[in-house]
């Protein structure tokens, strides 16, 4: 079995890095033979050049995203020894959220979403890798908001949708978003997303953002 560092630089090659670690208890609902578990995630700035040039992208089908993510994961797990698994294709969905606050790297945020301490509001989790040996990994660090000076994630949405205490307003949210002053969100990326300090730093470019955004607002300007 290959160890963490190997294992993360097969992964960077496919513009894949690990968001975090985990050594699953029989609670967390991963595989029966799972000894560790590796969260992957878009390394950025060079995830998004390298799927807009795959076939996946390129050929008009549903998914694409999805699909690059089965294919590019499964081969991984192939080269390494292990299992792919993914936070789509349900139901049932496997306990990503869970898995990653149990990680010690994300957080619910004030904003409600979960946090990152390397990628800010803007994670996102294509896969993981389950091993059937324990691996060491880096420690987890502190959460981000702990130290975040006004919290900007709080005031950033202009509607006031997001919010850990109140709730997602989610007809506030994809109202706005079919308005002119809403286009910012869609072309850009979510506006408190956006506020993040720690997402300003982790190198998403604005067209990978407004895909996503077309993903959950796919209804904009009909």
Not at 2 to 18: A, F, P, V, W
Not at 199 to 215: K, P, V
Request: proline content about 9%; overall charge negative; charged content about 25%.
């Amino acid at each position: 079995m290959m160890d963490y560092d190997q294992i993360r630089t097969r992964s960077l090659e496919r513009q894949l890095d690990i968001f975090g670690g985990l050594v699953p208890e029989p609670e967390d609902g991963a595989p029966e033979h799972c000894r560790t578990l590796l969260l992957l995630g878009p390394a950025e700035p060079g995830f998004w050049p390298v799927f807009t040039a795959s076939a996946e992208y390129r050929d008009d089908a549903p998914n694409a995203l999805d699909r690059w993510s089965v294919r590019t994961i499964r081969d991984l797990a192939n080269e390494i020894g292990g299992e792919a698994l993914f936070p789509f294709g349900g139901p049932p969905y496997l306990p990503f959220i869970k898995w990653a606050i149990r990680s010690g790297r994300a957080w619910q945020s004030p904003a409600g979403m979960l946090v990152h301490d390397g990628c800010g509001l803007m994670i996102s989790y294509r896969g993981a890798l389950a091993l059937d040996e324990r691996i060491d990994f880096p420690d987890s660090g502190p959460c981000p908001c702990d130290s975040c000076s006004g919290r900007p994630c709080l005031s950033a949405c202009p509607v006031d949708a997001l919010n850990a205490d109140t709730g997602f307003n989610d007809s506030a949210c994809h109202g706005f978003l079919d308005t002119l002053e809403g286009e910012s969100c869609m072309t850009r990326g979510c506006a408190a997303r956006r506020a993040c300090p720690v997402s300003r730093d982790y190198g998403r470019l604005e067209e990978q953002s407004a895909f996503h955004m077309r993903a959950f607002h796919p209804w904009h300007g009909v």
